[in-house]
């Protein structure tokens, strides 16, 4: 996915990770279009660059945009599997005003297939990003479970003048400090709410998500343990300004609700003969938050034995800034559906609510995960009484499988997008695209869609960008005996010859492993450099030896897992490849891993976009990828200031007679407004604050936003003589927030 380079905006093309997929669903975007990829025992982040008028003026940038690609580096690779002392949830109970619990704390292991791991060797099972605001500057923090059923939450902590700060020539940030404010599971215990008190107990968690954005400082997090227990945490959080570093901020987390969620068919019997594990590390969905004047209902879906129940979620107002909201759940699932399931199902909700009449409902997919169902919930649904009786498997048959699922039955899926709906035209089910785990040349089942074909093929592909370039990976064909003479997964010519049926087997695979020397690969720079790479020159030839020869494909591929961008715009897919002659090593030093990307071919409704409350992060990553509108403020052709926004203009208006008659601190003269930048006349330039258009005259008194570049003042550095007018505009000026974009800063 190339951008004109004129506009600064970097390609979005596949990232290379030396790395070991363990589980699916690994990876995630976050509402600011930070990549987050989980791989063996570590987490992988990927921070988004964005074009600004600063970084594209300098002539090394521009030159550097041949080699620069979009996420090309990591910003933070991290292990995720250290088992967490219960000390570090002490400050959650000084909040709480709760005494620390005196419990027995052991190194134990879970009941569940997914949290069965009791030691520190575990891997990365699951990880979601939260909603804007409970991290530092507005943003989202990281939730990651482990194998030993621990869950944990990862966040930018409070950075000193050296840590997070902007890359020299590029509007990217580092990031300095990435700490761990608590977490739950395993030894760590969490306070509960007044009138939600129950013993406290070692939990292994199996599944959790957040959920939907509330559009404000705090959210519900809901979690499965191992005992088919929900659990429903109240999560806020506050961040200093001016932090001791590294500090994660403060937390107010409580426990608010708990029921059971082990449906109508129990766990079953494993002497049974018909038994079948049914865990999933993905059991828990939100739906969309549905507002309304007491208050906001969501429903909240779980996965268990050959069941998905729906249960409602209502969070009465007013919710009261650092208070512990009230919540209330329904006593019985308001609907619930049987069907045949296996591990690691899930089930995925349309971003939106219908209207059909007098009544509210949501529409989600279910992933067996062999086969997919639609299904549609109604709020303030009847209680429905089937999901109260007890029934064996054989009543509602969903012992078996169905015909479509054991057709399906060695190739899970393991990524499902719902495409965001046309609000104009209603479907009878969600428009959706998944991938499957296996793809091979034989199979074409592992990308699938219910999208309208293009009406023109010719102009537009029936295959997203990541699709076609798997696809091409695995139409890859050799000569039969080439394939196995020369064997490299790299396409680096290698003889294996001499390897077969030696006793020094050991030295002969050590000199048959290197690539070529030195000597080798300076015989090669003498041919044209227009010859096809990474192919001998031997069988480039008119007469090719192999010309006529059977020939056989040389890669299969795993897709592990696929995510959509905050905007639904752009597809990312981690795949792994291998290859289809001979088998590979599969060892922590990594196999060919690749994130592929690509636009989604779903068309944007620009009623339902609109709706959206994205970031300006999010939308201008949809800008640049994903087909979105132009961002007010963002890239070169937009200038670096929303003046259309009367909010913001007001605000420079009343600082207008300040910034006028604004004087040089170096050498006394009056300054004048150029193109953004107050100048004097003995040249001596400054940048103006965004939001107040006042220049900025010293060193360390402003911000600078990741996402248009811009400087703002901080707020305790406007002077105080800009009369009252501009004093109450004061109040509104974010510490947090451009006043340019809208966009958050690199730093405080």
Request: proline letters at 7%.
């Amino acid at each position: 996915m190339r951008s004109e380079e004129q506009s600064g905006i970097l390609p979005l093309e596949p990232l290379s990770l030396v790395s070991i997929a363990l589980t699916t669903h690994n990876v995630a975007w976050s509402p600011d279009a930070e990549l987050a990829v989980s791989s063996d025992d570590s987490v992988f982040l990927y921070l988004p660059e964005f074009p600004s008028k600063g970084t594209k003026s300098k002539a090394a940038s521009l030159a550097d945009l041949e080699t620069r690609r979009q996420y090309s580096e990591v910003a933070l690779r991290f292990p995720a599997v250290e088992l967490r002392a219960p000390e570090l949830n002490r400050p959650l109970f000084g909040t709480a005003k709760q005494e620390f619990p005196d419990f027995e704390f052991t190194w134990e292991a879970g009941q569940s297939l997914v949290a069965n791991i009791g030691s520190s060797l575990n891997h990365v099972v699951a990880l979601e990003w939260s909603p804007n605001g409970l991290g530092r500057l507005k943003r989202s923090v990281l939730a990651v479970l482990t194998g030993s059923g621990a869950l944990t939450i990862y966040c930018e902590g409070a950075a000193n003048d050296s840590g997070s700060v902007k890359i020299k020539s590029r509007n990217i940030r580092t990031i300095g400090s990435w700490v761990a404010p608590w977490g739950v599971g395993g030894n760590l215990l969490l306070p509960r709410a007044k009138g939600h008190q129950s013993p406290y107990s070692m939990e292994h968690i199996t599944s959790f998500a957040w959920a939907r954005d509330l559009d404000r400082n705090g959210t519900l997090l809901a979690y499965m343990n191992d005992e088919d227990e929900i659990i429903i945490l109240s999560v806020q959080s506050r961040h200093a300004i001016d932090g001791t570093e590294n500090h994660p901020g403060d937390w107010n987390v409580e426990e608010v609700a708990r029921f059971a969620g082990d449906g109508p068919h129990g766990k079953g019997d494993p002497a049974d003969p018909d038994y079948m594990p049914s865990d999933s590390s993905f059991a828990l969905r939100w739906s969309p938050w549905l507002q309304r004047p007491g208050g906001r209902t969501a429903i909240l879906s779980y996965v268990t034995k050959n069941y998905v129940g729906f249960r409602q979620v209502k969070i009465k107002a007013p919710w009261k800034e650092w208070k512990i909201p009230e919540v209330e759940v329904q006593p019985y699932d308001c609907s619930g559906l049987c069907i045949h399931l296996a591990p690691d199902a899930f089930v995925t909700w349309e971003d939106l609510i219908w209207t059909k009449g007098l009544s509210k409902e949501c529409r989600g997919v279910v992933a067996t995960p062999f086969t997919v169902q639609s299904f549609s919930v109604v709020f303030d649904n009847a209680i429905d009484e089937g999901t109260l009786t007890k029934h064996s498997t054989n009543d509602c048959n969903t012992t078996y499988p169905s015909q479509e699922h054991v057709s399906h039955a060695s190739n899970p899926i393991t990524g499902l997008i719902v495409h965001p709906p046309d609000i104009s035209k209603a479907t009878q089910i969600p428009h959706f695209s998944l991938t499957r785990l296996s793809a091979t040349p034989t199979n074409n089942d592992w990308y699938q869609t219910n999208l309208s074909l293009p009406s023109n093929p010719e102009e537009a592909s029936p295959r997203p960008t990541w699709a076609s370039e798997i696809a091409e990976l695995l139409e890859t064909k050799e000569a039969y005996p080439l394939a196995y003479r020369y064997h490299n997964p790299d396409g680096a010519t290698k003889s294996e010859s001499g390897a077969e049926g030696s006793n020094n087997g050991d030295e002969e695979e050590e000199q048959d492993d290197g690539l070529l020397d030195d000597e080798d690969e300076d015989d090669f720079d003498d041919f044209d450099d227009d010859e096809e790479p990474g192919k001998p020159v031997l069988f480039q030839e008119s007469n090719d030896p192999y010309e006529g020869m059977e020939k056989i494909y040389t890669n299969r591929i795993r897709i592990w897992g696929m995510a959509s961008s905050p905007g639904s715009g752009v597809t990312a897919v981690f795949a792994t490849l291998y290859s289809a002659i001979k088998e590979e090593r599969y060892t922590f030093a990594g196999l060919r891993n690749r994130v592929f990307f690509g636009r989604s071919l779903a068309p944007v409704d620009n009623g339902f976009y609109n709706s959206r409350k994205l970031s300006t992060e999010a939308r201008a990553f949809e800008w640049m990828y994903g087909g979105g509108p132009p961002v007010p403020g963002v890239g070169a052709a937009h200038g670096t200031s929303t003046e259309g926004s009367s909010k913001r203009q007001a605000i420079k208006d009343a600082f207008r007679d300040l910034a006028s008659n604004a004087a040089c601190v170096l050498c006394g003269a009056k300054l004048h407004v150029q193109h953004g930048a107050s100048k004097c006349p003995n040249g001596h330039t400054f940048a103006n604050c965004a939001a107040t258009g006042l220049p900025i005259l010293a060193p360390g008194i402003s911000n600078n936003c990741a996402v248009c570049g811009s400087k703002c003042l901080k707020p305790n550095e406007i002077p105080a003589n800009a009369g009252d007018a501009a004093t109450a505009f004061v109040k509104q000026i974010s510490s947090e927030l451009c006043g340019g974009c809208g966009g958050k800063f690199l730093n405080q």
